[in-house]
């Protein structure tokens, strides 16, 4: 089974920085791309940020220039570096990574993996 664990939320002024941590945990042989989805009250769950195993990144527009997506293979871990944070950041954030399965002989594929969030909030 895999697991992923999110820390680094919390409370901050606008203008202000968090980072987020995931790490995945369990049996895996390969992670492909993993991303940070976000959900705030009364609206639909939206991708953030998204990293590939070779390090090709996207963003959401409006995050551009204040967020970075970035990961450590070696750890099976992924991190959101929040900078210049602003009030309609506010959402819970959730990790996301595509882990393939492994019989022995080749990679199947699998549902996406979810964290279990953790709130992000911005405010004065």
């Known amino acids: 089974q895999v697991q992923l664990v999110e820390s680094g939320g919390g409370l901050v002024q606008p203008g202000g920085s968090l980072r987020l941590s995931c790490a995945a945990s369990g049996s895996i042989f390969r992670i492909n791309t993993m991303g940070w989805y976000r959900q705030a009250p009364g609206k639909q769950r939206e991708l953030v940020a998204a990293?590939?195993?070779?390090?090709?990144?996207n963003y959401a527009d409006s995050v551009k220039g204040r967020f970075t997506i970035s990961r450590d293979n070696a750890k099976n871990t992924v991190y959101l570096q929040m900078n210049s944070l602003k009030p309609e950041d506010t959402a819970v954030y959730y990790c996301?990574?595509?882990?393939?399965?492994?019989?022995?002989?080749?990679?199947?594929?699998?549902?996406?993996?979810w964290g279990q969030g953790t709130q992000v909030t911005v405010s004065s």
């Open positions: 996301n990574a595509d882990i393939p399965g492994y019989n022995g002989k080749s990679y199947y594929p699998q549902a996406d993996y």
């Open positions: 990293i590939t195993s070779g390090g090709s990144t």
